[in-house]
């Protein structure tokens, strides 16, 4: 029998940057900027800003709503009738907390109010620039602004997915994205032109 593995974050990073449709090359299944992967992309990707976005960040985990979808089937003459499950993905979402930054003119506070309802590219390292960690693309909404007197106000926000993202799992020593890399096409080599004919 062996001891549970205990994973803890000590050092994380959080990395923002809006979606940019017009960039070169753009497709719709970019989870970064770039097209970069899980194992490719690094914070130096996003919006210069997320070096000090990261540090107000008390609380960062990718949640999961399973889909409950059921299909009824009339009864018949000779059975009654069922409901079937007919899950799809389920949707993930993206939950922050942070400490607020209301007086930073450059925060996270004002980067999420400003982006408010945009599609942002969005990369979480949970063990500094190592694995485990994770990027895809969110729906940007505003963190809260304000609060009680006197205290010192940590916020909390969701952002939902926008199509699943992209998990590395793992160490520095071995890991494994899922879901995996695409596999890159290379076009067949031409075939060599006949020699004195």
């Not at 930073?104 to 390292?125: I, M, P, R, T």
């Not at 940007?140 to 590395?168: H, Y």
Request: with cysteine; aromatic share 8%.
């Amino acid at each position: 029998m062996s001891d549970p593995i205990i994973f803890k974050i000590f050092q994380g990073q959080l990395g923002l940057e809006v979606v940019d449709r017009a960039e070169v090359g753009f497709t719709e299944s970019w989870r970064a900027p770039g097209g970069k992967t899980v194992d490719t992309v690094t914070l130096a990707d996003y919006d210069t800003g997320s070096a000090t976005f990261m540090c107000q960040v008390t609380r960062a985990q990718i949640t999961s709503s399973p889909d409950t979808s059921t299909e009824d089937v009339a009864p018949t003459m000779c059975a009654p009738g069922k409901t079937v499950p007919t899950p799809g993905e389920s949707q993930f979402a993206l939950e922050i907390g942070a400490l607020s930054d209301l007086n930073v003119a450059a925060g996270l506070q004002h980067f999420a109010f400003a982006h408010d309802a945009e599609e942002c590219y969005v990369y979480v390292g949970f063990n500094d620039t190592e694995p485990p960690r994770a990027i895809g693309r969110v729906m940007m909404a505003s963190l809260p602004i304000g609060g009680d007197m006197r205290v010192t106000m940590n916020d909390t926000v969701t952002w939902p997915f926008t199509g699943k993202p992209q998990i590395e799992f793992g160490d520095a020593t071995t890991s494994t994205p899922e879901p995996p890399n695409p596999i890159a096409l290379t076009a067949p080599a031409p075939e060599p032109e006949p020699v004195g004919v």
